[in-house]
């Protein structure tokens, strides 16, 4: 229903233009797909259908009654189906608002925990208060201080209904993690050279090639195609997109540079690899296929 007495709330000095905490609601037939950086670390609820969603090095598929958490300066790509709807948190703050737990805290986890980048269930009291939420958003209630509260009583949610290492499992990719690390990631462009990412850091290249091993578990080459691969697959997917245009927007000089990287890394052309998703081919199939050649 329509809030009563509209000027009154978007006169108040607590209206949320602007604000670091908050809510939104995305639907599907808004909005099929998503690319930019996040401005803040947002925590995504899926409340039906579904969307599958690039983000940084992870490519996962968020399911109704599922959350994910994704750090604040994330590359994400989504791509709603037509009945998607989610409900999106952001906040600057990670505060689970309790003395007996704080992101410091869980940040001890950090070496005993295994990072699960799969979705998580939504429990709990959570599923009221997103359908609550739900309400508030399309009665156009912007209030920032209303948004501030439920970000709140989110996380209370999340530290009753969740074990510690749970959330630290949830929240991995802000635990402890090194300068180096985020840098590689926002680095990161397909097919890139190495040399070029170890200037973008202002390593040298040898130097570069030491801590990426201790970093990441393995040589710069096998991570850049893991995650090149994986963003092509990505993209792909999605029909709305000309091979051209996933080719410009993976930064390959022209489709046929980007034919040769799929032929020789797939043995498919782009248009083939797409009929073979569209076929039913599964993306982890084609993706561990790659790896072995």
Not at 34 to 49: D, P, Q, V
Not at 81 to 102: G, H, N, P, R
Request: contains cysteine; charged residues 20%.
């Amino acid at each position: 229903m329509p809030l009563f007495n509209p000027p009154e709330h978007l006169s108040c000095h607590h209206y949320a233009t602007h604000a670091n905490s908050g809510w939104l609601l995305v639907s599907g037939s808004e909005q099929s797909t998503y690319r930019g950086e996040t401005k803040f670390h947002t925590i995504l609820f899926c409340t039906s259908g579904s969307v599958r969603i690039a983000a940084a090095d992870e490519l996962y598929k968020l399911q109704e009654g599922e959350m994910k958490f994704i750090a604040c300066g994330t590359s994400v790509r989504a791509i709603l189906s037509s009945d998607a709807e989610i409900l999106v948190a952001y906040f600057d703050v990670v505060d689970f608002i309790c003395d007996k737990i704080s992101l410091q805290q869980l940040e001890v986890l950090k070496e005993t925990v295994h990072y699960l980048p799969k979705p998580m269930e939504v429990r709990g009291a959570i599923h009221s208060l997103l359908a609550t939420l739900r309400i508030y958003l399309e009665d156009q209630a912007q209030c920032a201080y209303l948004h501030e509260l439920k970000v709140k009583e989110l996380f209370w949610n999340l530290r009753a209904y969740y074990s510690r290492e749970e959330l630290a499992s949830f929240i991995w990719p802000i635990l402890g993690v090194s300068k180096f690390h985020n840098d590689v990631i926002n680095a990161f462009s397909c097919n890139a050279k190495v040399s070029e990412l170890a200037e973008q850091v202002f390593m040298s290249t040898s130097t570069f090639y030491k801590r990426f091993r201790e970093e990441f578990g393995m040589s710069p080459e096998q991570w850049v195609r893991i995650q090149s691969n994986k963003q092509i697959l990505f993209l792909v997917q999605d029909s709305d997109l000309t091979i051209g245009e996933i080719a410009a927007q993976l930064g390959f000089t022209s489709p046929s540079t980007f034919s040769r990287y799929c032929a020789n890394n797939f043995n498919l052309s782009p248009t083939a690899l797409r009929q073979k998703l569209q076929d039913g081919t599964s993306a982890d199939v084609l993706l561990q296929a790659s790896y072995e050649e």
